[in-house]
């Protein structure tokens, strides 16, 4: 399987795991509180940041979870932006190694 993965830096993680929960309809599959959630559906791999007070709310990056990435990499397009392909396991390892205390949803 192929999920577009959509990353936001947001202001307040709290209000936007709220809001992007309806949206998405869906509850997160890991939340690292005050600093990061991610949600993974049929269609889409999206993560949210908490940035520092004073910074404006952004797109962080954009990228494919695909099943079949046997290595995690990263591009940056004709834009300047940043494009990741992962796994899902190799997302979770990232994770994991920022946040050894992640609240995973397995």
Same mark, same amino acid.
């Not at 509850?27 to 004073?54: E, K, M």
């Given at each position: 399987?192929?999920?577009?993965?959509?990353?936001?830096?947001?202001?307040?993680?709290?209000?936007?795991?709220?809001?992007?929960?309806?949206?998405? +309809?869906?509850?997160?599959?890991?939340?690292?509180?005050?600093?990061?959630?991610?949600?993974?559906?049929?269609?889409?791999?999206?993560?949210?940041?908490?940035?520092? +007070?004073?910074?404006?709310?952004?797109?962080?990056?954009?990228?494919? @979870?695909?099943?079949? +990435?046997?290595?995690?990499? @990263?591009?940056?397009?004709?834009?300047?932006?940043?494009?990741?392909?992962?796994?899902?396991?190799?997302?979770?390892? @990232?994770?994991?190694?920022?946040?050894?205390? +992640?609240?995973?949803?397995?």
């Amino acid at each position: 399987m192929r999920r577009i993965h959509i990353a936001l830096g947001v202001r307040s993680l709290a209000d936007s795991i709220a809001d992007y929960t309806q949206r998405l +309809a869906a509850q997160p599959h890991v939340i690292v509180p005050d600093q990061y959630a991610l949600w993974r559906t049929d269609t889409v791999n999206f993560s949210i940041r908490q940035i520092p +007070a004073g910074e404006a709310p952004a797109l962080r990056h954009l990228g494919w @979870e695909d099943d079949a +990435a046997s290595a995690f990499s @990263e591009t940056r397009d004709c834009n300047g932006i940043v494009w990741e392909e992962f796994g899902p396991e190799q997302q979770l390892q @990232e994770i994991l190694g920022l946040w050894p205390d +992640a609240q995973i949803k397995r």
